[in-house]
């Protein structure tokens, strides 16, 4: 019950009327959200099924969306992302510390 609706492969138990849902869904709030300023933060999405990455780099590719990828494998991003090479956990704790200790 707790599985999350995610394609694997040879999946036959892949709900694709939720997909489409979720999809519709994402794309009401993007059309919303690019009004605005947006950010994308992408967390160690890879090379070898570039789904997340394709995504923020669409994104990216629009005036006003900022794509920062984290990733200690393959951090590099088109354009003007920012790249911080690393693991996501220290990397999210060290900009934590950062902002807490700037903000004292």
């Known amino acids: 019950m707790a599985r999350p609706n995610v394609l694997l492969f040879g999946d036959d ?18 059309a919303n ?11 160690g999405a890879g090379v070898e099924l570039p789904t997340v990455r394709r ?11 900022q794509l920062i990828r984290i990733n ?3 951090p590099q991003t088109p354009g003007n992302g920012v790249s911080l090479p ?14 807490v200790t700037d903000c004292v």
Request: charged content about 35%.
């Open 55 to 65: 995504t923020g780099e669409e994104l990216a590719a629009r005036t006003n969306v």
């Open 86 to 99: 690393g693991r996501a956990r220290e990397i999210l704790r060290t900009i934590d510390d950062l902002v």
């Open 13 to 30: 138990a892949f709900v694709r009327t939720r997909r489409n849902e979720q999809r519709h869904g994402f794309l009401r709030w993007l």
């Open 33 to 43: 959200a690019l009004e605005g300023r947006v950010g994308v933060l992408e967390l």
């Open 72 to 74: 200690s494998l393959d």
